[in-house]
């Protein structure tokens, strides 16, 4: 498939901007991380909702571009050899936008920026979710305490890790990067969503709190926060 037409997802979102990146998302935490690497590199896109409470990740349309039903997705017309690329996973489009852009992973530290990137793909982002089904959400109601506290340990012990990296330095890996835009959304959904930061150790934390508000004072994830628009 060479044009945008020939990819059934633009049938349902047409593209507004047919040369730029097309974006696919719900501004949850793993929506954020995109739509605020779009922002901080200047990317050309468009943002098209995805909205759960109509079901549209599990449209035909949807299903074409990520047959694993999650946001976000993208459809690049110019891909690597100027050819249309699609791809879904988060971690996976942050990597590909820092490689299209040349910003946020720098070749210095490459490898590094990419642990902790795969810190938060494998740790923080798994755990904390489960830690916000059972605190927050429809697993609250569950009686036995053994699930909710495994998440809780372990949401606390990875926090405690990253609180350990952030030791004289304002951002994980050295400079901002793709691994900051991965771990930023997730703890303001710890805290500000979920509600589950206090249970979590928060308060004894010495480092993290002051990364999140630095993270948070960005005018790109001040904006990105709200792409798309869920209205």
Excluded: C
């Amino acid at each position: 498939m060479n044009a945008l037409a020939d990819f059934p997802i633009t049938s349902r979102w047409a593209p507004r901007t047919p040369g730029a990146i097309q974006l696919y998302s719900l501004p949850t935490p793993n929506g954020i991380k995109v739509s605020l690497m779009l922002e901080e590199t200047g990317l050309p896109y468009d943002a098209h909702l995805i909205s759960f409470a109509t079901s549209d990740q599990f449209s035909p349309e949807f299903l074409s571009l990520n047959p694993n039903n999650k946001i976000p997705a993208i459809l690049d017309p110019q891909g690597p050899g100027g050819k249309p690329l699609t791809l879904f996973e988060s971690g996976a489009i942050l990597m590909y936008l820092a490689e299209k852009s040349g910003k946020f992973l720098p070749q210095d530290n490459r490898w590094e920026v990419i642990q902790w990137l795969m810190f938060q793909m494998g740790g923080i982002g798994p755990m904390f979710g489960q830690l916000g089904f059972f605190h927050h959400f429809a697993g609250k109601e569950i009686e036995d305490p053994r699930p909710k506290e495994r998440y809780r340990a372990e949401a606390e012990r990875l926090l405690k890790v990253l609180d350990g990296a952030l030791e004289g330095r304002d951002w994980v890996a050295g400079d901002y990067s793709i691994a900051d835009m991965a771990i930023g959304p997730w703890l303001r959904g710890l805290r500000d969503f979920y509600k589950a930061a206090d249970i979590a150790g928060w308060g004894s934390l010495k480092n993290v709190p002051g990364y999140l508000d630095r993270f948070l004072a960005r005018p790109a994830v001040q904006r990105a926060i709200n792409i798309p628009s869920r209205t």
